[in-house]
């Protein structure tokens, strides 16, 4: 190799030597972008699960059923587990006298069983305590108590909950599974204030 031969490859070898540490340096940036993205996605879709629950509470309670369908994917299923009896799960409310184990399978079931809330004079679902955990990209499982109070009865329990995102990027429910901890078959002695449905109340204020 003659004198210039060298001097040009020894040039080349400085300046290799010299970008790599910006490479590297661009490559670490490029997986730190990329990380705080996958974060930002993990944090909306937790919020968007937690949401889903609201969204649940929200249409039940004002008897919008269009947004309560849309809660539910087309193989969703509902169950309401009875811990204490070993009766098998209904597909319709028979009694209200006590407690029952209820299971519908697909998304008319579950709407068909669960619009029976249109018989009570008023009925609230309050959810509280929700705990969101991530099983992947589109999977999730919740759990969350929930406080049924209607004009009639009391039950009070946890929902375990497991919800998909759709390819819409919209979070429904693939099942419930609510298991009450206490039943009380009891009329409320207040007055009733306001009537529902309400058309108008995702106007309101």
């Known amino acids: 190799m003659s004198q210039a031969d060298l001097v040009q490859f020894?040039?080349?070898?400085?300046i290799t030597a010299g970008l790599s540490p910006l490479?590297?340096?661009?490559?670490?940036?490029?997986?730190?972008?990329?990380?705080?993205?996958?974060?930002?996605?993990?944090?909306?879709?937790?919020?968007e699960v937690a949401e889903l629950i609201g969204r649940y509470a929200d249409s039940l309670n004002h008897r919008d059923w269009d947004r309560y369908t849309d809660c539910w994917i087309e193989e969703g299923v509902f169950k309401q587990t009875i811990a204490n009896q070993d009766e098998a799960p209904q597909d319709q409310v028979t009694t209200i006298e006590r407690p029952?184990?209820?299971?519908?399978?697909?998304?008319?079931?579950?709407?068909?069983l669960v619009s029976a809330y249109k018989n009570?004079?008023?009925s609230f679902q309050l959810p509280t305590g929700i705990v969101v955990t991530m099983n992947g990209e589109t999977e999730a499982?919740?759990?969350?108590?929930?406080y049924i109070r209607t004009n009639s009865l009391t039950l009070l329990g946890i929902c375990y909950?497991?919800?998909?995102k759709g390819k819409d990027g919209v979070w429904r429910?693939?099942?419930?599974?609510?298991?009450?901890?206490?039943?009380e078959r009891s009329a409320a002695p207040g007055i009733l204030c306001r009537e529902l449905p309400d058309p108008q109340y995702r106007h309101m204020p």
Do not use: C, N
């Open 161 to 164: 909950d497991r919800a998909t």
């Open 10 to 14: 020894a040039g080349l070898s400085l």
């Open 23 to 47: 490479l590297a340096e661009s490559s670490t940036a490029a997986e730190v972008v990329t990380e705080k993205s996958s974060m930002k996605s993990s944090i909306l879709d937790r919020f």
């Open 120 to 122: 009570y004079k008023w």
């Open 141 to 146: 499982q919740i759990r969350h108590v929930l």
């Open 100 to 112: 029952i184990s209820l299971e519908a399978r697909g998304r008319d079931a579950i709407v068909k």
């Open 173 to 183: 429910l693939s099942q419930r599974d609510y298991r009450p901890s206490y039943f």
